[in-house]
């Protein structure tokens, strides 16, 4: 599979809502999602990992209870890609979907 080539953390962030550029010094984007409770995040996290295997692209995230937090990059890119924007656009659908709370 031809992987996407980098377009950097500003076009991507131009493209989101929501997101941000990641701590330190990495060429990523990160979002935390709230949700009801433990039950609704990990629903949440399953839908996302379907997704992610189907697009061969997987998320770093970690969850306390009813938070989750996302860091997207494509690692053999270096940075952030197209397919980034795409699961970034997913996992905002979902959590909509599952009302996750801003």
Known sequence: MTRPTKIG???ALAKLQGWTRAPGDREAIARTYR???FNIAF????RVAIRAEQLDHHPEWFNVYNR???LLTTHDADGVTELDLTMAGFMDEAAKAAGAKD
């Open 43 to 46: 629903a949440f996290m399953t």
């Open 68 to 70: 989750v937090e996302v």
């Open 35 to 37: 949700f009801a409770d």
């Open 9 to 11: 953390v500003e076009a």
